[in-house]
């Protein structure tokens, strides 16, 4: 098994508009997983390749595919609290 750690810068430049989180790329095998805190969602090899050579969330990058996927299974956005 093999454990990338990625950490993931999303907004603009401005701090009050930027928030990081870790991830975590796996390999196990020949299945392919991508979590952030307790959520762990399966991914391609493709999906892997690419956020493990570009982690950054922009305009149609796998890394902000995935964030969203992380999102809509946890139904609540990563690095806001809207209580």
Same mark, same amino acid.
């Given at each position: 098994m093999k454990v990338n750690i990625l950490k993931i810068h999303t907004g603009g430049n401005d701090s009050d508009d930027a928030f990081e989180y870790l991830a975590e790329a796996t390999e196990a095998g020949e299945r392919y997983y991508y979590r @952030?805190?307790? $959520? $762990?969602?399966?991914? $391609? !090899? +493709?999906?892997?390749? #690419? @956020?493990?050579?570009?982690?950054?969330?922009?305009?149609?990058? $796998?890394?902000?595919?995935? #964030?969203?996927?992380? @999102?809509? !299974?946890?139904?609540? @956005? +990563?690095?806001l609290n809207f209580t």
């Open positions: @952030v805190s307790d $959520t $762990t969602i399966e991914i $391609t !090899k +493709i999906q892997y390749d #690419h @956020v493990i050579a570009n982690p950054n969330p922009y305009y149609f990058s $796998t890394a902000l595919r995935l #964030h969203f996927l992380i @999102v809509i !299974k946890n139904k609540k @956005v +990563i690095g």
